[in-house]
């Protein structure tokens, strides 16, 4: 379980950093289990990229506890040993993915067993998000012989770094496949599957987001939607992108006001081995919504 609470805290921190600059920005809430607000409600790009990186936050938080010892019940993948490559050996711990994903399914898949067209992009998306883990697995090797001369390598299977993560599932959030709900009788009652919206795109693979309703603008707060509006918001004056004033503040201007900031100046080198600074007084600009 920690570890599981875990990887939900880092696909919360890495959701928040993805869109630092968009009318969305992920936000969460305090006081209530649904963490995220009404956002979810919908079945829209926003809730495909959370239920995907939420997935993959667990996968990869239990694999990581599983390979660190931090997680007692799991351990390396033992799968991992067999002929050596050129000029390297199997050692050290390959990450058991395969253990973190199925923890994943558990926990994030429990509810989604219902014949609807939600619970199916839901398993979609948070099978999306796991697969991205898997394969962004990498070989990893450590250097040993005399003062570094790497005579010999040992190798293990090793989760990238999150952030390669989320970049890859902003990427997927940008290009997500829009589809359609189509009802089909069978013998168990009425089920509803999804089926691509627009033929003549390539139809989504098993590591595509999917959605099949569209978003909020989130230009103006709405309780219903779980929009928060971007008043306020800090937006970029040189950007033409939706970081930018124009885009963020959806047309309604900007205020601008000066801020002073003490930051660390005149940095020298001393020999040896320290770094000694100044501390100067900065003015910024800082722009916000209207």
Not at 11 to 37: S, V
Request: net charge neutral; aromatic share 10%; with cysteine.
């Amino acid at each position: 379980m920690p570890s599981v609470v875990q990887g939900l805290s880092i696909a919360i921190r890495e959701c928040q950093y993805q869109f630092r600059g968009r009318r969305w920005n992920c936000t969460t809430l305090n006081d209530t289990l649904a963490i995220f607000g009404p956002v979810l409600d919908k079945a829209t790009r926003e809730a495909a990229f959370v239920h995907a990186i939420a997935s993959a936050g667990i996968a990869f938080s239990v694999t990581r506890g599983c390979a660190d010892g931090s997680a007692t019940i799991c351990g390396c993948d033992m799968m991992r040993k067999g002929p050596p490559g050129e000029g390297w050996k199997w050692g050290g711990c390959s990450e058991d993915v395969e253990f973190g994903n199925m923890v994943s399914r558990e926990f994030a898949d429990a509810r989604e067993n219902r014949p609807d067209a939600r619970s199916a992009m839901n398993r979609h998306n948070n099978e999306a998000g796991r697969t991205s883990i898997t394969e962004h697995m990498y070989l990893k090797c450590k250097c040993h012989g005399l003062s570094g001369s790497c005579e010999v390598k040992t190798c293990w299977f090793s989760q990238p770094d999150f952030r390669r993560i989320g970049d890859y599932m902003k990427d997927k959030y940008d290009s997500a496949s829009e589809m359609v709900v189509e009802k089909h009788r069978e013998s168990r009652g009425w089920v509803e599957t999804l089926r691509p919206k627009y033929t003549f795109f390539k139809p989504p693979t098993d590591t595509d987001l999917i959605y099949y309703e569209n978003s909020p603008n989130f230009c103006e707060p709405n309780t219903e939607t779980g929009s928060f509006g971007t008043q306020d918001r800090t937006c970029n004056l040189t950007s033409h992108g939706i970081d930018g004033c124009e885009l963020l503040c959806c047309g309604r201007g900007h205020n601008t006001r000066t801020e002073k900031r003490k930051e660390k100046c005149h940095c020298v080198f001393h020999w040896c081995c320290y770094v000694s600074c100044q501390e100067c007084m900065r003015v910024y600009d800082v722009h916000t919504c209207k």
